[in-house]
């Protein structure tokens, strides 16, 4: 069943549109990001779903209600902002109160269970009465989390909640969210620019490019059977070469700029003028003379792993190496793959 229905959503301000005819079907309780770069429209999207922005045409439906003209209030969504949003001279448990008072929803003692019960789910019960300022910025986005599911919307919408913690606190806090959701299957719809964050927490990722749905899917498929270039790109930033892909004796390969030729997987179905998608992690960077020709122009370490940036020809690919690799800059070196790493898609 659907919790969230999109059909046909566009939006534009003035004469400059954002979203592009965007239809999408949201699972109840399942965790769906909204993922892409800065003005993608990822955003305007999540606006529309709460009611905190209209739209120029298409319709918006929430546990099969149509509630496109409806205010937020209306809508039985909750919203976690960027920011936090809590109010500084409330208690921890007055800032979690504040959505039942407003909506005068249930009496003084059951609006206190509510409140105890959504504070022990994101295990701040123990500060209950302290004050925003006296909490740590992980303790105060977990107190804007207890205030947004505090009324068991039906659903939860959340504004890149992440990206203010640093990245220990953050690692943390995704786990803490893959938790909360496990625990009370709130239908989610997450908004950020971070694919790891997406990748991480979500039961299926939507790819928003320009306005549109450039791909969802689970985010193994979407990470693993990229569609398009951009999908390619954005997701694990994979490496992009020109080819032309055809039949041989031994199955089908990819002819490159320079001459060098590659083994693609007997089920590759694509022909002809094509995009290699080469992973990062899947390379090996090997000695010269092996696989694909190329030569060192930068390592970057990185701990456990490096980064080489190996010229290819006119084009550049980025390695992911274990640290203890030991090529330099100007080495003359070869790039190798397994044959069922490689994907294609259509060149753009």
Do not use: W
């Not at 109160?97 to 909506?103: N, S």
């Not at 909360?180 to 694919?195: A, N, S």
């Not at 590659?262 to 000695?287: F, H, K, M, S």
């Not at 100007?330 to 259509?346: F, K, M, N, Q, W």
Request: aromatic share 4%; glycine share 10%.
């Amino acid at each position: 069943m659907s919790a969230v229905e999109l059909t046909e959503i566009r939006k534009s301000f003035g004469a400059t549109p954002v979203l592009h005819g965007v239809s999408l079907s949201i699972e109840s309780g399942s965790f769906t990001s909204l993922l892409g770069a800065s003005g993608c429209g990822k955003t305007t999207l999540l606006r529309i779903v709460a009611g905190l922005e209209g739209v120029t045409s298409g319709a918006v439906s929430i546990g099969g209600r149509d509630v496109t003209g409806l205010p937020p209030e209306k809508r039985d969504i909750a919203m976690m902002f960027q920011s936090y949003a809590l109010l500084p001279h409330l208690s921890v448990a007055e800032n979690v109160r504040f959505p039942l008072r407003m909506r005068r929803l249930g009496s003084r003692d059951e609006q206190d269970a509510k409140v105890r019960a959504a504070l022990e789910t994101v295990q701040l019960a123990h500060l209950a009465d302290r004050r925003p300022r006296q909490l740590s910025g992980g303790q105060q986005q977990r107190v804007a989390l207890a205030r947004a599911i505090v009324s068991k919307p039906q659903v939860l919408l959340l504004d890149e909640p992440l990206s203010n913690l640093d990245a220990r606190l953050r690692e943390d806090m995704q786990v803490e969210l893959i938790e909360i959701h496990r625990r009370i299957g709130l239908t989610t719809l997450f908004v950020t620019h971070d694919q790891e964050e997406a990748l991480s927490l979500s039961d299926r990722v939507v790819l928003l490019n320009a306005g549109r749905i450039e791909q969802a899917g689970a985010p193994e498929d979407i990470y693993g059977a990229p569609r398009s270039a951009f999908a390619s790109g954005f997701l694990g930033s994979a490496n992009l070469l020109p080819a032309d892909i055809a039949d041989g004796p031994r199955g089908p390969s990819a002819r490159l700029a320079d001459g060098t030729s590659l083994p693609l997987a007997a089920t590759e179905p694509r022909r002809g003028r094509a995009l290699l998608v080469l992973r990062q992690e899947d390379l090996r960077i090997v000695a010269e003379g092996q696989g694909i020709a190329g030569v060192v122009r930068a390592r970057v370490y990185l701990g456990s792993r490096v980064r080489y940036v190996v010229a290819v020809g006119s084009e550049v690919v980025r390695v992911v190496a274990t640290g203890d690799t030991a090529f330099a800059e100007g080495d003359r070196v070869g790039l190798s793959i397994e044959p069922s790493r490689v994907r294609t898609v259509a060149a753009e």
